[in-house]
């Protein structure tokens, strides 16, 4: 387990379509963190479990968009209904659960799925 | 929303010079981290201050924090033409990070 894995690398969908993405994190790692970054822009948060619960959601998390995260494992990512405004890099993280208190650590992030939406 | 801010947006500097990217937020927090991210590449954590501290190495890499400024600043000595990429400074408050628009720094050779 030499980091956090995202498939598929690249996706090219129609407009309309449904998209999944799945993250596997760290296998030791309790969270699990989406974000997106649109080009030339820092990411942003989209939601984060702790094990299988989604404790979070930002509202940038429209009804379109769903994530699970079963057996508190692998994570999947899916929009529905996909609009060209959707097409971004979607990153996912994992850490540890005490990552900010004393002992703290940094996310570690997958390499991406990149959307486009044509 | 992006708390942070980093400044410059843009810096080209040559080989073995020193490059300097501050980063400004709004709020409390816990911590501060800077990721880097190559062109289309995920982002790799470089180092992380805690709120508590002021500053802070790592090889290369110095940062520091002034929370009663609510700033940080990365500074990167003796650059090499590998450290061309974007640079994010995140705040951590609560259970997530927030991260500001990054700086992208081209190292010429």
Redesign the interface.
Known sequence: DTG?S?DPRHKITKRGQNVTFRCDPISEHN?L?W?RQTL??????LT?FQNEAQ??KSRLLSDRFSAERPKGSFSTLEIQRTEQGDSA?Y?C?SSPTF??GTG?????????T?LTVV | ??Q?EEDPQALSIQEGENATMNCSYKTSI??L?W?RQNS???????I?I?SNEREKHSGRLRVTLDTSKKSSSLLITASRAADTASY?CAT?AG????????TRVLVKP
């Not at chain 1, 030339?40 to 948060?45: A, N, Y």
């Not at chain 2, 289309?40 to 470089?46: A, K, N």
């Open positions: 956090v995202q969270r963190y974000y030339g822009q820092g990411p942003e948060f984060y404790l979070e890099m990153l993280a990552s900010f703290s650590w940094g996310y570690t992030f997958g390499s991406g990149r | 929303s992006q942070g816990n911590n981290q990721y289309g590449r995920g982002l790799v954590h470089l992380l805690r994010f951590a259970n997530k990070l927030t991260f500001g628009g990054g």
